[in-house]
């Protein structure tokens, strides 16, 4: 099987084709980040970002997969996945995760 593969003018990945069928798209929002993204199934994943540009939620169609929750510094304070079941992080002085 022969792949290929579509950029747009920032060299980001737009399309990746197989035999002239659409395997995956993908679109991106005005600052760059991956906002939607379609596979061959025709499954739409959505991603959403805050003020900061960090990845807030990734939505499935119309579901919550999960929920991304940050500390002042930009690291991650925790992960909600959809089913409202939470992971926490911490991290030492020179912010590795612990």
């Known amino acids: 099987m022969r ?11 737009t399309k990746k084709t197989a035999s002239g069928r659409t395997l995956l798209s993908l679109t991106y929002d005005r600052n760059g980040n991956l906002w939607r993204q379609r ?4 499954k739409l994943t ?13 939505w499935d169609d119309k579901t919550l997969l999960c ?3 940050y500390n002042e510094d930009g ?12 992971t926490e992080y ?8 612990t």
């Open 39 to 42: 596979d061959v199934t025709g």
């Open 3 to 13: 792949y290929s593969y579509a950029y747009d003018e920032m060299g980001r990945l």
């Open 67 to 69: 929920a991304y929750h």
């Open 75 to 86: 690291t991650i304070r925790s992960l909600q996945n959809g089913e409202s079941l939470y």
């Open 46 to 58: 959505e991603y959403r970002y805050n003020q900061n540009d960090e990845l807030k939620e990734v």
């Open 90 to 97: 911490a991290y030492d002085l020179d912010k590795n995760l």
